[in-house]
């Protein structure tokens, strides 16, 4: 089977005489797999073109994003919501009700995800041994995590002791991987319950005050600021050891596993996000990479029975076991074979415990403004205070203020 990258699209508008033939069977009675299997492929891997093409008249009928653009896709009226589908899907009920109101936006169902996304804190039990902590650390509060970072720095100076992402060269890992659960971790919202986003406030003052600790005691790199994709170093170093701890995805552990399967199960080690006071721990979760139906399609119920052939229990199982996330389907966590593999039954459970960033159409702004107020704290160029402060002016002037609130 051959392997698709989950930043890449699968297109699926299959040979013309294939879809025009089975057109008709689809609208009589509905598309059966069989006709489904007989879709063909092609693999384009630009976002930027793939909007073009959705906004052309030659349309695919199946593309394969991420679902964090499930709001942009909406509003631009490129995707077809699938409610009419998935309630006459018996496998539906195989879904989480969290994984349902990830891809729920205004109401309908856009996107069917099949591999899912978690984040660990991961740390090197060998890097940690060094500064005199336990193997099996385990960090009951946030003040912890800086305690470990501390300890490293003072006795294992040839190790970064903490990675921690922010400024805009960071991309969306500032968001994801260190600014929102940070949020979280002070108890605090990203957004309001009737979908305003929260400017400045308690929780988002004490997440930037952490970045400026973290930072100023030059316990995370400063490269992280200015060098062009910087998770790509930073997963390296936490692989080979020359990085105590990273906040990062799920997705990352395989790579690692991958050169050295029995090295990186001695000395990784991954734990849920502690919080403030020790309270409960968490996971950011994301529906990954997701099947939708373009709302051009001419032919939406033989691609409806592509998707649904595509993600049956067994198909799910497999592929996250190729490339490792904790899966969609309930059922497919019970494949013999998955089973079999401890990180993947962790992290499948892992999103027990998971928050979700509700699909929101203003978020690509939002995380501009992230990176921006990261970037200035991490850098020195402002206190916490003064940055909390710029954030929400920012925020006002990038989505406008009456979706912004200040607590």
């Known amino acids: 089977m051959s392997r698709y990258s989950r930043r890449t699209f699968l297109k699926v508008a299959g040979a013309t005489a294939v879809v025009v033939a089975c057109a008709p069977a689809a609208q009589q009675g509905g598309a059966s797999p069989s006709q489904a299997k007989g879709l063909t492929g092609t693999i384009t891997v630009s976002y930027p073109d793939e909007l073009l093409t959705l906004q052309s008249g030659d349309v695919p009928d199946v593309f394969h994003f991420g679902g964090d653009s499930i709001s942009e896709l909406a509003d631009a009226g490129y995707i077809e919501p699938l409610d009419s589908y998935v309630n006459a899907w018996a496998d539906w009920k195989q879904y989480p009700d969290s994984i349902k109101k990830g891809a ?55 190790v970064t002791p903490y990675a921690l992402y922010a400024g805009q060269a960071a991309d969306t890992g500032a968001r994801d991987h260190a600014f929102v659960p940070l949020v979280w971790a002070y108890g605090g919202d990203m957004q309001t319950s009737d979908g305003k986003w929260v400017g400045n406030s308690a929780a988002i003052r004490k997440a930037l005050a952490y970045y400026q600790t973290v ?69 950011i979760g994301g529906l990954g990479t997701c099947w939708y139906l373009t709302a051009k399609s001419k032919n939406k119920d033989l691609a409806w029975e592509w998707i649904k052939t595509w993600n049956n229990k067994d198909t799910v199982a497999k592929i996250n076991i190729e490339d490792p996330h904790p899966v969609a389907r309930s059922d497919s966590a019970d494949v013999p074979e ?70």
């Open 104 to 158: 729920t936006y205004k109401g309908k169902i856009w996107a069917i995800p099949y591999g899912l996304d978690t984040r660990w804190l991961y740390f090197r039990r060998d890097d940690l041994q060094k500064a005199g902590l336990p193997a099996d650390w385990m960090p009951s509060k946030l003040s912890d995590v800086v305690a470990a970072a501390t300890a490293v720095k003072s006795k294992v100076s040839t």
């Open 338 to 407: 998955f089973k079999a593999q401890q990180y993947l039954v962790d992290s499948t459970k892992s999103l027990e415990k998971a928050k979700f960033l509700s699909p929101d159409a203003s978020l690509s702004k939002v995380t501009t403004v992230i990176q921006k107020a990261t970037g200035r704290v991490a850098s020195g160029d402002a206190s916490p205070d003064d940055a909390a402060k710029q954030y929400s002016a920012d925020l006002k002037q990038a989505i406008g203020a009456n979706l912004v609130v200040d607590q």
């Open 215 to 283: 930072y100023g005691q030059g316990l995370s790199p400063k490269e992280i600021l200015t060098t062009t994709k910087p998770w790509t170093a930073m997963r390296a170093k936490l692989g080979d050891g020359s990085l105590a701890l990273l906040f990062e995805g799920g997705w990352v552990y395989g790579g690692w596993a991958s050169k050295d399967q029995a090295g990186t199960q001695k000395n990784v080690g991954y734990l849920l996000h502690p919080t403030e006071n020790g309270g409960p721990s968490f996971t």
